[in-house]
């Protein structure tokens, strides 16, 4: 099946720093990325949509200028956490759809991260 | 508000039983549900999806059922096995692939 990575697979930064993380596509191209949050015991919390080539569609209560989205090339997309907060400690997972899925219902499947945990000292 | 709830406790059975989780969801007409499973720091993998005109989808020893009347799916494992106990997620979406999450059921499978 596809793979998508992330690194870092995690990261700790002081209060005020920014953080970048990656997300590949290792064996598909990517058109479209999703960037989830998730805190301990709760649901994967979509933040955004990164469209590679065009502005990334954030949801709503997501800052857009607090995590700046990237989505330069079919194969990576970037997540940037600016000015850290310690409430932004959270485990951050990004996923791809493959949209040349060769069934039907392998457009719909989204594949995901290993996730990368942050922790904003 | 759109809601979507899975069981609020976490689910112990003994090895070769059946694990029966239930997703329900409220202020939503997905047009398919898919349901993940995620292990302890790691991202979801993908398991199963059913569209809204389907009533039952099976995969080796998962089997999941759609009510769109009732507004549920609900997601079996039989025949379970220590090396399926994980957090399992639904998750709906409308035609335009962004899926939400229910919180997820933890299911352990004593041996």
């Known amino acids: 099946g596809a793979v998508v990575s992330q690194h870092p697979s995690w990261v700790i930064c002081k209060s005020g720093t920014s953080v970048k993380i990656e997300c590949r596509s290792l064996d598909f191209q990517a058109t479209t990325m999703f960037w989830y949050r998730q805190f301990p015991k709760q649901s994967l919390m979509l933040m955004a949509t990164?469209?590679?080539?065009?502005?990334?569609?954030?949801e709503q209560g997501v800052e857009k200028d607090k995590f700046l989205i990237n989505h330069a090339s079919l194969t990576l997309s970037t997540l940037t956490v600016t000015s850290a907060h310690p409430e932004d400690s959270s485990f951050y997972i990004c996923?791809?759809?493959?949209?040349?899925?060769?069934?039907?219902?392998?457009?719909?499947?989204?594949?995901f991260g290993p996730g990368t945990r942050l922790t904003v000292l | 508000s759109q809601k979507i709830e899975q069981n609020s406790e976490a689910l112990n059975i003994q090895e070769g039983k059946t694990a029966t989780l239930t997703c329900n969801y409220t202020?939503?007409?997905?047009?398919?549900l898919q349901w993940y499973r995620q292990d302890p720091g790691r991202g979801p993998v993908f398991l199963l999806l059913?569209?809204?005109?389907?009533k039952e989808k099976r995969k080796e020893r998962l089997k999941v059922t759609f009510d769109t009347t009732l507004k549920q799916s609900l997601f079996h494992i039989t025949a379970s096995q220590p090396a399926d106990s994980a957090t399992y997620l639904c998750a709906l979406a409308p035609y335009d692939y962004k899926l939400s999450f229910g919180a997820g059921t933890t299911v352990t499978v004593r041996a």
């Open positions: 990164s469209n590679e080539g065009s502005k990334a569609t954030y």
């Open positions: 059913i569209r809204e005109n389907e």
């Open positions: 996923s791809a759809r493959d949209p040349e899925g060769t069934s039907g219902e392998m457009v719909y499947e989204q594949f």
């Open positions: 202020n939503y007409s997905p047009a398919y």
